[in-house]
């Protein structure tokens, strides 16, 4: 009797699921072009993709818990009743989200307009596109390396 291997049970499922969803995407009738776009790009490998395995264990910590909304940002913190407000630093004063980190932080500003002509951004309502697709993914992994917020120091050194 030969051994089942899970990872190859694993990628044909994946296989299987990622053409029955094509099939009925084709067939339906109305399709969002904002969400085309991103499924022509997503990969759906079980391999580490390579700019993850070239960066650190910080950095990459931050980019998946930025992906995740669980992170050392003030309304995480204020809804696990860690932090007594959700709202950004002095010049913000609005929610501090992950989205508001990545995209709107007027502290942030020179390092946003980088990350924005890197990742070729139009729309910056979709967040989820910086963690998806291949160019917006390295530009938010170098926007994380010089900014390093969402970690502990940063929280700490901001509120001081």
Do not use: P
Not at 30 to 53: A, C, D, F, P, T
Not at 54 to 79: A, C, E, G, P, V
């Amino acid at each position: 009797m030969k051994a089942i291997i899970i990872s190859f049970v694993k990628k044909q499922i994946c296989k299987k699921m990622k053409l029955q969803w094509l099939k009925i995407w084709k067939s339906s009738i109305k399709k969002g072009n904002q969400y085309w776009k991103i499924i022509l790009n997503v990969n759906l490998s079980y391999k580490s993709l390579k700019e993850l395995r070239k960066i650190n264990r910080l950095t990459f910590s931050i980019f998946i818990q930025l992906k995740m909304k669980h992170d050392y940002f003030k309304s995480y913190l204020h809804w696990l009743s860690k932090n007594n407000s959700n709202k950004c630093y002095e010049i913000c004063s609005v929610r501090q989200t992950s989205k508001h980190l990545l995209l709107n932080c007027r502290h942030y500003r020179a390092e946003q307009r980088k990350l924005k002509k890197k990742a070729q951004l139009k729309n910056t309502n979709i967040i989820l596109t910086l963690f998806i697709i291949k160019i917006e993914r390295i530009a938010t992994l170098k926007y994380l390396k010089n900014t390093w917020i969402a970690t502990r120091k940063w929280l700490l050194e901001t509120e001081e």
